[in-house]
């Protein structure tokens, strides 16, 4: 499956993006879907996870409360709504897919990665 990530850009603090990604070339509704990020000189970390019916949805502690995760079967298509975010939040987001349950694949178990959109918080 391809996915193409979208949405990024620079936003002030305590604004808001939605980022979208595009999956194609597969089932869609048969992959775990997730957000993850990576900051200048840190390592890619979980942000936001979808299980494949879109049933349960689980979050890093640091975006809880503050970003939903979405998907639309129908469309192939998976958002990142963000809001309140802050300068801590800037980073390059990926999309990512999994053929695992959503609880193996948020956990290291995503199997496709799409090019990441760069979003920038300023302060």
């Known amino acids: 499956v391809q996915l193409q990530a979208s949405g990024g850009g620079l936003v002030q603090a305590g604004g808001s993006l939605r980022l979208s990604c595009a999956a194609s070339g597969g089932t869609f509704s048969s992959y775990s879907m997730g957000w993850f990020r990576q900051a200048p000189g840190k390592e890619r970390e979980f942000v936001a996870a979808?299980?494949?019916?879109?049933?349960?949805?689980y979050y890093a502690d640091s975006v809880k409360g503050r970003f939903t995760i979405s998907r639309d079967n129908a469309k192939n298509m998976v958002y990142l709504q963000m809001n309140s975010l802050k300068p801590e939040d800037t980073a390059v987001y990926y999309c990512?897919?999994?053929?695992?349950?959503?609880?193996?694949?948020?956990?290291?178990?995503?199997?496709?990665w799409g090019k990441g959109t760069l979003v920038t918080v300023s302060s």
């Open positions: 979808i299980s494949k019916s879109g049933g349960s949805t």
């Open positions: 990512a897919a999994g053929v695992s349950a959503v609880v193996v694949a948020m956990v290291g178990g995503m199997d496709y």
